[in-house]
Structure formats: structure tokens, C-alpha cells
């Protein structure tokens, strides 16, 4: 028997305890060592099954998905577990996950310590769970239970399980039920009848909302109605099922998702890095985006403080954030007394001098170099001269906001999405004195307000926002030369956007991006196209959503309707020499942004702006709307090829001449590659 399960016998009792850190996952080691301890505690009257650690098992080992499956596989160790002699009693704690939930379920009985998890995620990587899980579910927890795990990948709690009999005990102390269990009669899950089928309808709704374009939660409801019939027939199928959808694209787009977010939250520059602590975040300027990032630290129980620049904007700042707090416990997600805790923690001032013992300023004024540098230069005045400095700014260069501020090693920016306590997204961006201590700092601060840390070089927009100028600025192409804003939006809700590029716009407001063009001109290059429609909305004040009129007109305050004057803007503007306009296909307006989006995060990764082509995707999906089981820009361009992102970039550089720069990687073969 190898280190990874091991069978201890103490008289009649069995006691297998898998140990695979950190989280048990069931790799081929584990597996082979559990079916083998199943086998050697055959004539005992019971087998405690645990696990070492954090964690009973919390899923599968990923790593292996993508090569041919060796034996033995789950199934064979679930129903091995489920048709022993000998009763097994699972003793779960931390996060019982995907393939350990199927464990457990195998299992005769269950004993769970307080605060224990439960779920079947397999759906958030475009798979149905592939030993037995969808079958034991509904036969476990009923319909409705089983659809909200197996489907939307909802995480249950013990208090959840024992209320439906799917757990026997709730303890803190579980060794001292195992002898009550010793004898006791139980009906193995996969052999009991449901009285009734799934009724399809009841959560087809719920289901296709879920999904947003994925395939996995209808695949996941396909294989769970399955259930109603015999365990050895479905079984079988769910099985065949999983293994077919690890071929998907759609799995393997996830896949890549979940692998590169994991290494982007943790840089290979700051793995033996160790960070600072941060108790108190000084927040200046109480916006909508103050007030979020302050809503964020509050709810890590740190203290904060926001600075305003007078008494009357320091109390809206208050009010905002109480705001904010106020929404989460209507929805459940604190108690009032959490709330009341938090916003005690809250000082807002119109004062900086409140900020002299914090650990972390955070500024989020406007977009404006001179009023940034003044709130640095006020911060410096008072704070501790190692107190991290970090800058919210969205397209300013941290550098020029920090030139003369002293110490400059603990200044970075640490760039938040709006609404900045909901987001996950977080840039962190290393300006030219920034050390790793800083930066390491930032990540972990970033982590405990469990947002999704990316790292980031300085460049005009970062990251995110660099591509996006890119996206909108094909998106106006087309435009000019025959789309309009509805069919550019219908086509990338139809690829899976959360919205469309002109959508989108609406939604964050048009006079953003207008303010970083004008910031621009002076060193825009002549030869590149310029598309002024969106200028000609300005100067109309047609400014978005919360003006009433954009790209389109706002009847009920939020629908967006098509505006015929705007699309004879569009058309005017189209009447000019040089422009015919043509037609354009869902596909083509799809291809040609994504591809502008992909080429865009491919001179990033080539300038070393980002890491590598993950750490872009990562970006896109976490900040940006871009589909998750579309793996990213990047992942979509490797599933192109090569040729195809050369004929489509080419198709656009034909349109709009001198107006695009292509990756290295994407140069015609005859052509020398940059250096």
C-alpha cells in the first residue's frame, strides 16, 4: 500500500484514510490504493473512510483529463465501494467535491463536521460527473436538491444534506458516533426507486438561464433524468457521457480557464515573496468606485477609511457604502449584525490626516493626472513612508502619477472593476520602482477580498482595458463600413458576450472613452483610421444609459431601443468619399473582433505588458463579459490556427489601411518578424 490511503484495523473497525494533498483529488494513485483498501477491509463489521487535511476529497485530478483514462477508474472505486460487504461510513469535512461527493454517496452512511460543503462542479467545467453522480443524486437529495448541484453548480451545506437525510449526523466530534453505526441496517443509494421521473419543465427555465450559451447544465439535466431508470443501465451512460465531453471544446475551454487562473493569482516572480499585512485601507475619493472597494475591505472585516474632499461628499460617501452593504443583506449574503459590525468600521472625512495609520491607500478619483498627483502628495505628507501607495487609475500611467513621490518601491496601481465589490477582476500593475514585497502585498490583499489578481507591465489601458480599445475600434469599423450597433451587439451576445461592444459602452457611459481619446490625439499615429461617430454622440450629449441616449434610446430607463437618428448618423457618416458600405454576417463581425481582441492580447504578451496568453484570458473572462466556456481571446485564436487569424486580419487590414499592427506570431511567413 503506497503513502496515499492507508488502512489502519482496530479490532472489528476498519480506519482508511486517504492522504493526498491538498485536496485528496482522485488520482490514478489514489484510485488504485482506495479500490485496493476496499478490497483489504472485506470482513470487518465497518470502515471509517477520511481524509487527511483540509479537506475530504474535493474533485478529480484535472491534470489527467486530458490523456486516456487509466484504470481503475472512479466508477469501478465508487461501485466497489458501494456493493462492499462491508458498510463504509464517510466522516467529510471542508469541501466534499465532484468525485469525492460520489464517494461519499457510495457510502452507507455520512457524519459531517459543522461548516462542510457539498457539491457536483463538473458542470463548471462543461463535464456531467462520470461515476455515478448524477444517478445517486436524485435518489439522495430528490429532484430539486440534485438540479441545483448537478446543473448549476450550487454548493450545499451539512445543515442542507441532514435535513433530506442525505447526512446521518452534524458533529464536531464524529469519532464518538462511529461505534452507533457498528450493525446498523441501511438500503445502498444506487439501489433505491424514485417514485416519480424528472419533471424537465419544471426546471427547464432555471437550467437555460444558467447556462448562457454552455452546453453542460442541459447536458447535466439530460444525464440526471436518467436516474428513473436502473442504476447498472444509467450508470453506464453518465459515464460514456463525461468521457465524451472532455473532448468538447467547451470543456476544454474551462479547463484552460481553471488552470490559468490559478497560475495568474500566483506569479512565479513572487513565489518566495512574503507579503505584508493590511488592517487598515485608507480609500480616497467615495464614488461608485470608492464606495465598492471600500465595501470590498469592510467585508474582510478591516478598517476604512474614505477621504473626500469636503464634509458634504464625505457623508454621500456614507451613504453609498452603507448603500451597498444594505443590498447585501437583503440578499442574504450577511446578517444585520455583520453589518452593523462593518459599517462601524467605516470613517468617512473630508480630512487626509485620518489616513496616518493606515496600511494601504487606494486612490480612486477621476481620470486626471494633476488632481492624482495631489492625492499622493497629500497621502506622503501623512502616512508612514512604507505604507503601499496604489492607484486606481484605468489608462494613466502609474509612473507620471508617482513621479516625486517618496519611496517610490511601495507605489503600483491596483486597478479595480466597477462595481469594484462584485467584480473578481483586479490589475495589478508594476510601475518602474515597484518591488516584489509590493507586489506581493497587493496579490494577497487582492486575494483576501477573494477578487482574481492578475499581473500587469504599464501600457496605455493595461491589460483589459488596451483590449477593448482595440475591440470598440473594430467595432466602429464596421460600422462606418455597413454594420449597425444592433447587428455588431446581436452577433457577440450570439458568440456569448455578456453584451455587445455598443451595448457595453452604453452601460459604462461613452464620455470614459471620449476623455482617453482626446488624451490620445496628440500622439495618435496620422495613418491609422479614425472613426468619429462615437464623438458625434458626445457632442449630442448622448453620453449612455444614465443620460437616457447613447447608441440607443433608454424608454424605460434600461432597455435598450434602436434609434433611427443614430443610424442615420451612422449612414451619414458613411456618405463620404473612399466608404462604400456591405453587408456584414454574424460570423464575420464575430470573426473580426475576436480576432482584433486576440491579435491585440498577442503584442501585449510580446512586449511583456503580460506574463503570457493565460494571464490575457484570465483578464477578458474575469473583467470584460467574455465567455468563460470560450476560454478567452487567446484560447479562441489557438482554436482558429494560425492561417485563419492571418486571412482575417488581412481581410481587416484591407479595410482599413495603415490601422493595424499585427503580432509577431501572426506575419506572413515571407515577412521578417520583429524583433
Not at 464517494?103 to 457524519?111: P, Q
Not at 497560475?263 to 465598492?292: C, E, F, R, W, Y
Not at 490583499?445 to 477573494?450: D, G, Y
Amino acid at each position: 500500500m503506497s503513502e496515499t490511503v492507508q488502512v489502519e484495523m482496530r479490532g472489528t473497525i476498519a480506519f482508511v484514510t486517504i492522504n493526498n494533498p491538498p485536496v485528496n483529488a482522485t488520482s490514478t494513485a489514489v484510485r488504485a490504493d482506495l479500490l485496493a483498501a476496499v478490497e483489504r477491509v472485506q470482513g470487518c463489521e465497518l470502515a471509517v473512510l477520511r481524509c487527511a487535511g483540509r479537506s475530504f476529497v474535493a474533485g478529480g485530478d484535472m491534470s489527467e483529463f486530458d490523456a486516456p483514462p487509466v484504470e481503475p477508474h472512479l466508477p469501478d472505486v465508487v461501485n466497489a465501494i458501494d456493493n462492499s460487504a462491508t458498510p463504509f461510513l464517510a466522516i467529510l469535512h471542508g469541501t466534499v467535491l465532484g468525485g469525492g461527493f460520489e464517494i461519499a454517496m457510495a457510502c452507507a452512511y455520512r457524519i459531517a463536521l459543522p461548516g462542510t460543503r457539498f457539491g457536483l462542479p463538473e458542470v463548471n467545467l462543461g463535464l456531467v460527473p462520470g461515476a455515478g453522480g448524477t444517478q445517486r443524486a436524485p435518489r439522495l437529495l430528490g429532484w430539486k436538491m440534485a438540479v441545483e448541484m448537478a446543473c448549476l453548480g450550487q454548493l450545499k451545506t451539512a445543515e442542507d444534506l441532514l435535513e433530506l437525510g442525505a447526512v446521518d449526523a452534524i458533529s464536531e466530534m464524529p469519532d464518538d458516533l462511529i461505534e452507533s453505526f457498528r450493525g446498523r441496517a441501511f438500503q445502498r443509494v444506487s439501489e433505491r426507486r424514485l417514485d416519480t421521473g424528472l419533471d424537465r419543465d419544471a426546471f427547464m427555465d432555471q437550467v437555460q438561464k444558467f447556462s448562457k450559451g454552455r452546453k453542460g447544465p442541459m447536458h447535466n439535466l439530460d444525464a440526471l433524468s436518467w436516474a428513473s431508470e436502473d442504476y447498472t443501465h444509467a450508470q453506464p451512460r453518465e459515464r460514456a457521457l463525461h468521457l465524451e465531453l472532455r473532448q468538447s471544446q467547451e470543456s476544454k475551454a474551462l479547463r484552460h480557464l481553471f488552470f490559468a487562473e490559478r497560475a495568474a493569482t500566483k506569479p512565479n516572480v513572487l513565489s518566495d515573496v512574503q507579503p505584508k499585512q493590511i488592517n487598515h485601507v485608507v480609500v480616497v475619493g467615495g464614488g461608485l468606485m470608492g464606495a465598492g472597494i471600500a465595501a470590498a475591505c469592510l467585508n474582510t472585516d478591516r478598517s476604512v477609511t474614505i477621504v473626500e474632499r469636503d464634509k458634504p461628499s464625505a457623508t454621500k460617501a456614507q451613504e453609498t457604502v452603507a448603500g451597498l452593504m444594505q443590498g447585501a443583506l437583503k440578499r442574504g449574503k450577511i446578517t444585520q449584525s455583520q453589518l452593523d459590525t462593518r459599517l462601524s468600521a467605516l470613517i468617512t472625512t473630508d480630512s487626509y490626516a485620518a489616513a496616518s495609520g493606515a496600511d494601504l491607500a487606494i486612490e480612486a478619483v477621476f481620470e486626471d493626472l494633476g488632481a492624482k498627483r495631489a492625492v499622493f502628495t497629500a497621502l506622503s505628507n501623512v502616512m508612514t513612508k512604507d505604507a503601499l501607495l496604489a492607484t486606481n487609475t484605468s489608462y494613466i500611467d502609474p509612473n507620471e502619477i508617482f513621479d516625486g513621490v517618496p519611496n517610490p518601491d511601495r507605489c503600483l496601481g491596483i486597478h479595480f472593476f466597477s462595481p469594484a465589490h462584485i467584480m473578481k477582476l483586479v490589475e495589478v500593475i508594476r510601475a518602474d520602482g515597484t518591488t516584489n514585497e509590493s507586489l506581493a502585498t497587493a496579490f494577497s490583499f487582492a486575494k483576501s477580498l477573494r477578487k482574481t489578481p492578475v499581473l500587469s507591465g504599464v501600457c496605455d489601458g493595461f491589460i483589459g482595458n488596451r483590449i477593448l480599445a482595440a475591440y470598440r475600434r473594430a467595432a466602429e469599423y464596421l460600422l462606418a463600413d455597413g454594420a449597425l450597433p444592433h447587428e455588431v451587439d446581436n452577433a457577440m451576445r450570439t458568440f456569448g458576450m455578456a453584451m455587445g461592444p455598443f451595448e457595453a459602452q452604453d452601460q459604462s457611459g461613452l464620455q470614459i472613452a471620449y476623455a482617453n481619446r482626446r488624451r490620445q490625439d496628440a500622439t495618435r499615429d496620422p495613418a491609422e483610421r479614425y472613426v468619429a461617430i462615437s464623438d458625434r454622440l458626445c457632442e449630442l450629449e448622448r453620453f449612455g444609459r444614465r443620460s437616457g441616449a447613447g447608441w440607443y434610446n433608454y424608454p424605460d430607463g434600461k432597455t435598450p431601443a434602436v434609434d433611427p437618428s443614430v443610424t442615420d448618423l451612422i449612414l451619414q457618416y458613411s456618405d463620404q468619399p473612399g466608404l462604400s458600405r456591405r453587408a456584414f454576417s454574424a460570423t464575420e463581425i464575430q470573426t473580426q473582433l475576436l480576432a482584433a481582441m486576440a491579435n491585440e492580447g498577442a503584442r501585449i504578451v510580446e512586449e511583456g505588458i503580460a506574463a503570457n496568453e493565460a494571464d490575457v484570458d484570465v483578464v477578458k473572462t474575469a473583467g470584460y463579459g467574455f465567455p468563460r466556456w470560450r476560454g478567452g481571446p487567446m484560447h479562441w485564436a489557438k482554436t482558429q490556427g494560425g492561417e485563419a487569424m492571418r486571412a482575417t486580419l488581412k481581410t481587416m487590414e484591407k479595410a482599413s489601411p495603415g490601422s493595424w499592427i499585427r503580432a509577431d506570431r501572426y506575419q506572413d511567413k515571407f515577412k521578417q518578424v520583429r524583433s
